[in-house]
């Protein structure tokens, strides 16, 4: 049987010797920003991770096979691909392989890959969730029903404001997912280092964070568990300015009737436009700040 995986070498090395790898997804890079910075911030991101001792394993469906570390060449393609590769979820999957296109991987689709190969670690930016306006719209994204079923944590900067935080924050209680703020009682809202909402669990070490993964996937809760991480004072935005371009954005997308998969890809790069550039900023410093953390967190994983 095949099982489509392509774990690039040092990924699969790594991971036989039990050393710390930290999965990354690539949507963001593809869909949530402009070409160069994506394939700057990719690289980057990757580098962060390795110096803080962990591998880095960018996730992307490329040549019908689902990619585990992926080449500078590969995240390149992908990076100038942008809104033309495929934006992939869970219920894409199966058709991207056997289409041999590129596709971009989501938080969730990430999160399945990941379990494959048996990365439990992934950084991103931000997470999708429960959009303004879900009673009507329905849109949900399919991440959260992700963290509900698969063991993978996921360190975020929290959930953006381009989403209801609230029904986000509902939806997981149900689901059963843990939101763990490091070092943070507030729920980080992305651009801003906090919000008005509280997390499940303030922990103040990597250490700590690990512990807690390991005692819940050793118990059998099975699920992802979300790691909230502030964006870093330096870069984060002021509240009332950001706002008011995620309330312009929001009022576009309704104008445009933008739809479905669309809608996360179009306030992301409206916001982008709209701060010229400026939450582009912030959004790399943030990704950069959530890999440092998860390396951190996968070499305390597998020390416990
Ligand atoms: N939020 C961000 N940046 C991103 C995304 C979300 O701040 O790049 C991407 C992630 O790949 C996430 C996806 O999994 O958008 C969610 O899309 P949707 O809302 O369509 O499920
Ligand atoms: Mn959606």
């Known amino acids: 049987m095949k099982n489509y995986l392509d774990i690039a070498p040092e990924v699969a090395q790594a991971l036989a010797q039990g050393k710390p790898v930290v999965a990354l997804e690539s949507t963001i890079i593809s869909h949530g920003m402009p070409y160069p910075q994506n394939v700057e911030m990719a690289a980057k991101t990757e580098q962060v991770i390795r110096d803080h001792g962990a591998i880095p394993a960018t996730i992307a469906i490329m040549d019908g096979q689902l990619k585990v570390g ?19 979820s869970r219920r894409d999957m199966a058709f991207i392989v056997t289409s041999k296109a590129i596709g971009a991987t989501t938080v969730a689709s990430t999160m399945i890959i990941a379990a494959m190969a048996g990365i439990k670690i992934f950084a991103t930016g931000g997470i999708g969730g429960v959009h303004r306006g879900a009673a009507q719209s329905f849109d949900i994204s399919a991440d959260l029903e992700e963290l509900a079923n698969t063991d993978v944590a996921v360190i975020c900067a929290g959930i953006k404001s381009i989403l209801d935080l609230g029904l986000t924050l509902e939806y997981l209680e149900t689901k059963g997912v843990p939101v763990i703020g490091y070092q943070t009682d507030s729920l980080p809202a992305f651009y801003a280092r906090a919000s008005q909402f509280n997390v499940d669990y303030n922990l103040q070490t990597p250490a700590d964070i690990a512990q807690a993964l390991t005692a819940k996937w050793q118990m059998g809760l099975s699920g992802g568990a979300i790691i909230a991480n502030p964006v870093p004072l330096e870069a984060a935005m002021p509240e009332a300015e950001i706002n008011q371009y995620i309330q312009q954005a929001l009022q576009e997308a309704a104008q445009q009737n933008v739809k479905g998969k669309d809608t996360t890809p179009f306030l992301l790069a409206r916001v982008s436009e709209l701060t010229k550039g400026k939450s582009l900023a912030t959004n790399i ?20």
């Open 285 to 304: 410093a943030l990704v950069l700040n959530n890999a440092k953390l998860a390396a951190q967190i996968a070499i305390a994983y597998q020390a416990q």
């Open 70 to 88: 992926l080449s500078p060449d590969d995240i390149e393609k992908l990076a100038q691909a942008g809104l033309d590769a495929a934006k992939v």
